[in-house]
């Protein structure tokens, strides 16, 4: 969830940037947004890829994927 909540943010920030640009925004807030708003979302989404990896690494991932239990022939196997 950390994860996406940060490529949300990162996003978000580029989004602003880019809208602010075509509107014409400058000033001080603006580029300091530019400047450090996009290095910390950037930062942030990085490092939560290399969290989840990590934590992720020689598991067993039926945590995330669903298996089916066994082999079914045919329909739902309820007759």
Known sequence: M??????????LIGFVIRFGRIEGWS?????????W???????GTTVTLAA???LVQGRD???????????RKGGS???
């Open 52 to 54: 989840l990896a990590i």
């Open 37 to 43: 708003g996009w290095t910390i979302g950037v930062i």
């Open 61 to 71: 991932l039926g945590l995330f994927l669903e298996r089916p239990s066994g082999k």
């Open 77 to 79: 196997g309820r007759r």
């Open 2 to 11: 950390l994860m996406f909540t940060a490529y949300a943010l990162e996003r």
């Open 27 to 35: 000033g001080y807030y603006f580029r300091l947004l530019q400047d």
